[in-house]
T-cell receptor
Framework: GESVGLHLPTLSVQEGDNSIINCAYS??????FIWYKQESGKGPQFIID?????DKRQGQRVTVLLNKTVKHLSLQIAATQPGDSAVYFC???????????FGKGTRLHILP | GAVVSQHPSRVICKSGTSVKIECRSL??????MFWYRQFPKQSLMLMAT?????????EQGVEKDKFLINHASLTLSTLTVTSAHPEDSSFYIC???????????FGPGTRLTVT
């Protein structure tokens, strides 16, 4: 289930199940969106991105869905593994502004 | 993929001293570098954007005289935290982007602790 911690919400998922991490973004003019994975004490690691003119993109074991109507982004991870434990951030970018703005993040906790 | 390194990975300094953090792009030329700060259990907050050979552009609320950024070459940017105080203790992360690319590559971060 999902719970909200002091600053970071946590999603607990059974190993082998699919994970869905959600994100609400703020700027309807953003050109593309990125999901990052951050392990403890490390920098963010690129997972997948999607342009604003698309609504779905698939990678290896991951799928990103974009709903511009409600400004919602989701990351689906298939067959979640222990190595997927991390904090996941969505981020949005406007090419015009030349910067990436990070969302709040969700901690993914894998249950054995 | 493109690799970005940061040095040091951890640093402890005394209050009132200055500390310099380096960000290097190892296998590509970074025309733009970004500096972020991340407090525990929080997201990354963009501090500034620097283009090689130009002055950095700071985000609102970030003191440019306290966080000095230099991007003197296409592979190196430095962030100097001047007169550091305990509230400056944080995880500082840089990212780099090459010319004509929108993708940013992140460094491993530097943990700064000010005592």
């Amino acid at each position: 289930g999902e719970s909200v911690g002091l600053h970071l919400p946590t999603l607990s998922v059974q190993e082998g199940d699919n994970s869905i991490i959600n994100c609400a973004y703020s700027n309807s003019a953003s050109d593309y969106f990125i999901w990052y994975k951050q392990e403890s004490g490390k920098g963010p690691q690129f997972i997948i991105d999607i342009r604003s003119n698309m609504d779905k993109r698939q990678g290896q074991r991951v799928t990103v869905l974009l709903n511009k109507t409600v400004k919602h982004l989701s990351l689906q991870i298939a067959a979640t593994q222990p190595g997927d434990s991390a904090v996941y951030f969505c981020a949005e970018n406007m090419v015009r502004d030349d910067k990436i703005i990070f969302g709040k993040g969700t901690r993914l906790h894998i249950l054995p | 993929g493109a690799v970005v390194s940061q040095h040091p990975s951890r640093v402890i300094c005394k209050s009132g001293t200055s500390v310099k953090i380096e960000c290097r792009s190892l296998d590509f030329q970074a025309t733009t570098m970004f500096w972020y700060r991340q407090f525990p259990k929080q997201s990354l907050m963009l501090m500034a954007t620097s283009n090689e050979g130009s002055k950095a552009t700071y985000e609102q609320g970030v003191e440019k005289d306290k966080f000095l950024i230099n991007h003197a070459s296409l592979t190196l940017s430095t962030l100097t935290v001047t007169s550091a105080h305990p509230e400056d203790s944080s995880f500082y992360i840089c990212s780099a982007r090459g010319a004509g690319s929108y993708e940013q590559y992140f460094g491993p971060g530097t943990r700064l602790t000010v005592t």
